[in-house]
């Protein structure tokens, strides 16, 4: 099993930055896939973004490239998504999720990562 807990959403204003942490513990290793889907009321879990284990490719949406930028510390067992330029539009409850290497691949899908955090909230302000 692996453990993932959120931190760092909060309250922001529009064109703000913030930097959520993911701590994964457990039966945790760097081949893990993890990554970032968010939800907001009323519609389904969208994927945000994903980094593999070794080497670390990185997926994004669309919608958050060139704005979102998802890394991780393997020593700390801890991915990050760091946001930029934020919009009304990206408030939601952001969850870390954890899958095998074959994740990475099909990140779009949220069967794909057994292991999902219980969500951390950012809300961005105009």
């Known amino acids: 099993q692996v453990q993932l807990v959120e931190s760092g959403g909060g309250l922001v204003q529009a064109g703000g930055s913030l930097r959520l942490s993911c701590a994964a513990s457990?039966?945790?290793?760097?081949?893990?896939?993890m990554g970032w889907f968010r939800q907001t009321e009323g519609k389904e879990r969208e994927f945000v973004a994903t980094?593999?284990?070794?080497?670390?490719?990185?997926r994004y949406a669309d919608s958050v490239k060139g704005r979102f930028t998802i890394s991780r510390d393997n020593a700390k067992n801890t991915a990050y998504l760091q946001m930029a330029s934020l919009t009304p539009e990206v408030t939601a409850v952001y969850y870390c999720?954890?899958?095998?290497?074959?994740?990475?691949?099909?990140?779009?899908?949220?069967?794909?990562?057994?292991?999902w955090g219980q969500g951390t909230p950012v809300t961005v302000s105009s």
């Open positions: 999720v954890a899958g095998s290497s074959v994740a990475w691949f099909v990140a779009r899908d949220t069967s794909a990562f057994p292991y």
């Open positions: 457990g039966r945790t290793d760097s081949s893990l896939t």
């Open positions: 980094i593999s284990g070794g080497t670390g490719r990185t």
